[in-house]
């Protein structure tokens, strides 16, 4: 397994650490201005496949908890933060959220009507992947907590480990995903993952499915908070993610 720090080249660090607020060695960094879309099918030939959401999220078929009947009627906005607390209670409130859990949850998110068709759809344009995985992979935490231990001996002083920080709060807040805090770092994390992975950092291909589904699942809690739509800053990060796409 690749050291993690191995696998930071020089022009990957400034790109990250620009969107952190900091400065590498006095560099300017500027992300990529080309756009580019390439969706292609779920059962394609590479590590990981760029979907359509909408189609993937009607193949997988798991089901949430039923919200119980109250004597007093739900709020649109009660009923909604129930059923993230509902989802989010499921899949993260025993830390071990993995790859093979990411297609489940874009089902449950879109069930419960938490992601909309209009987000799925905009995921999608933005290049969307759900990475391939088996049981043996670990959990996003786990990976997480080796790849910051791994830092913290060799490059104790790179911003790769506030990133992973951010990760790690937002897998552990996903039940505050209507907030706008939470869903503007999860943009920002997503973003620089894109950095990261799409870069010549010499990863294996399981490390790389394992950073790939990182970023997909903080795309996710990017896109699904009803405030997102209101905020230019998510809007940037997220057009940045898919110009780095």
Do not use: C
């Amino acid at each position: 397994m690749n050291s993690i720090s191995q696998a930071i080249n020089g022009s990957q660090a400034n790109l990250i650490a620009n969107s952190y607020g900091l400065e590498t060695h006095g560099q300017e960094t500027h992300g990529p201005d080309t756009h580019g879309q390439d969706t292609r099918d779920v059962d394609g030939s590479s590590a990981s496949d760029k979907v359509t959401l909408s189609n993937q999220a009607s193949k997988v078929q798991t089901t949430g908890p039923d919200i119980p009947q109250e004597a007093v009627f739900l709020s649109p906005r009660a009923e909604r933060a129930q059923k993230i607390e509902a989802m989010a209670k499921d899949f993260f409130s025993k830390g071990q959220f993995g790859i093979g859990d990411i297609p489940k949850l874009i089902q449950r998110l879109h069930q419960d009507g938490i992601l909309s068709e209009n987000q799925l759809n905009r995921l999608s344009q933005a290049g969307f992947e759900i990475p391939r995985g088996d049981g043996s992979q670990p959990s996003l935490l786990d990976f997480i907590a080796s790849q910051r231990e791994q830092l913290k001996e060799s490059k104790p002083d790179s911003v790769m480990i506030a990133m992973l920080d951010d990760a790690e709060s937002v897998l552990k807040q996903m039940d505050s995903l209507d907030t706008q805090g939470l869903n503007q770092k999860a943009a920002r994390v997503s973003a620089q993952l894109s950095v990261f992975v799409q870069g010549d950092n010499g990863l294996t291909s399981r490390d790389k499915e394992m950073w790939q589904a990182l970023k997909s699942t903080m795309q996710l809690a990017a896109t699904s908070g009803s405030s997102q739509q209101a905020s230019g800053q998510l809007q940037r990060y997220l057009a940045l993610s898919k110009r780095i796409t």
